[in-house]
């Protein structure tokens, strides 16, 4: 009886050695599916980090920037656009132009009809 059961054990089938084949070729192709996507997952917070520090660089920068243009405009004034050689613009004259914009109301200048 003993026999019987080494004997049913030592039995090979056809299909045995395709089957695994089969299963360790998918087993391989899972672990490389695995490690791509883990690799890829790593690589995009790592991304992600370097994103973050640049975008606050920049509005760093951007904030500077503004502070730096808040302060010039604060000295602007007429007399110093008139040692930059600006001028005011007069007799200024407006046209009516038809469009899908809309229409505004058109009031009288002091200097003149429109």
């Known amino acids: ?3 019987k059961k080494v004997q049913v054990l030592a039995i090979e089938y056809q299909w045995e050695t395709t089957l695994l084949r089969v299963l360790l070729g998918m087993l391989a192709l899972l672990t490389c599916a695995y490690l791509y996507f883990v690799g890829a997952s790593v690589l995009n917070v790592i991304a992600h ?12 920068s951007i904030g500077t920037l503004e502070g730096q243009f808040y302060s ?10 008139s040692t930059l050689g600006l001028s005011a ?11 899908n914009v809309g ?12």
Not at 103 to 114: D, E, P, R, T
């Open 1 to 3: 009886m003993m026999d």
């Open 49 to 60: 980090k370097e994103a973050d520090v640049r975008s606050t660089q920049l509005e760093t």
């Open 72 to 81: 010039l405009s604060q000295e602007l004034t007429p007399e110093a656009g």
């Open 89 to 99: 613009i007069t007799g200024q004259s407006y046209v009516y132009r038809h469009g």
């Open 103 to 114: 229409q505004a109301n058109v009031v009288a200048s002091a200097q003149g009809a429109i």
